[in-house]
């Protein structure tokens, strides 16, 4: 079972100068305690929210000062770069590391990052699409052309290769039943969240998903990651109190995103993300808790992360551990401990 950290949040009240530095602090936590990777997040245009909008920038500054941690983008955000461009600095990184990048790749469903890039949120999809082809194509170090819809050259040699033979890992995010399908033939590892989605549909999803693989028949078994809320404490009292305010904002924050795409090109159904972005807004404290986050004891988390590997066939889990940003350092880094030594040896 692969346990990834991710990090993307900063703690609320404190200056930017101080958000890298708690990034920083809990790669050095995950490469001392064991975690397989830090998984960083792409956010755009948010101060208030992250200052990690150049991620392949600080995973490089990560790759540095570890030895045994792996780096991932969760997720690279294609279609807002060249992929040219990404291709280099991914490959720089896989060489910065040697071979420790995992490459995360998406297309965000944040439309308004679109809207100050000038890029239309309806071309999202074909950019992504056309944008992956290429950077698998840069990777091989071979010069070559392309011809699509939006990018356009000629006798390219990307260099450097990965140093990862044939490249990194990639791994795609997925949330729509469509995307899943299209990942499964495209023999690509994904991404999923339980933000948007309730477990029965997730399930569905992911059958979806596995059925694409088989029919493809493509090589290796599918791989997924499950990204969610984790936090841990020494009694079940501390684990429900002390992230309530944290996690309740963070799902009024994403309902609001939700609401934001509805009716926008690329976004898919209207009636569908409008749904969603009313289904966040209405959870209890009490939804969140038994459906859309890992809060606990150490005992009890081995048995919610064990309960939701069962019922997904999952192999990986992303914790996020400071949904929000309102959980205070100590006890973030209280509750990192307690899952690194306390959980996680029971799924090695």
Known sequence: MHFG????EMRQGVNQATAFDDAFE???????????????GEIHFTPSRSVISASLLVASSI???????????AV??????HPLRIAEEAATLDQISKGRLEFGIGRSGVVRTYDVYGVPYGESQARFHEALSIIRQAWLGEPFGFEGQFYHFANATVSPRPYQVPHPPIRMATTSLETFSIAGRAGLSIFVGLRATELSDLQTQLAAYRQAWRESDQAGEPSV???IPVYAAKTEKAAIEEPRESITKFFRRQSELARAAVGRAGAGPADRRAFQAERMANLSYEDILARKVAFGTPDQLVDRLTELTTQLG????????NSGGFIPRELERESLRLVA???LPNFR
Request: with cysteine.
């Open 76 to 81: 690279q955000v294609l279609p807002l770069n």
């Open 26 to 40: 809990l790669a050095d936590m995950a490469e001392s305690w064991g975690i397989d990777c830090v998984w960083l």
């Open 63 to 73: 790759a540095t000062r570890t030895k045994r941690l792996h780096i991932g983008t």
């Open 341 to 343: 030594h306390e959980v």
């Open 314 to 321: 999952i192999d990986g889990i992303l914790m996020e551990p």
């Open 225 to 227: 990651y499950l990204r």
């Open 5 to 8: 950290l991710f990090v993307e």
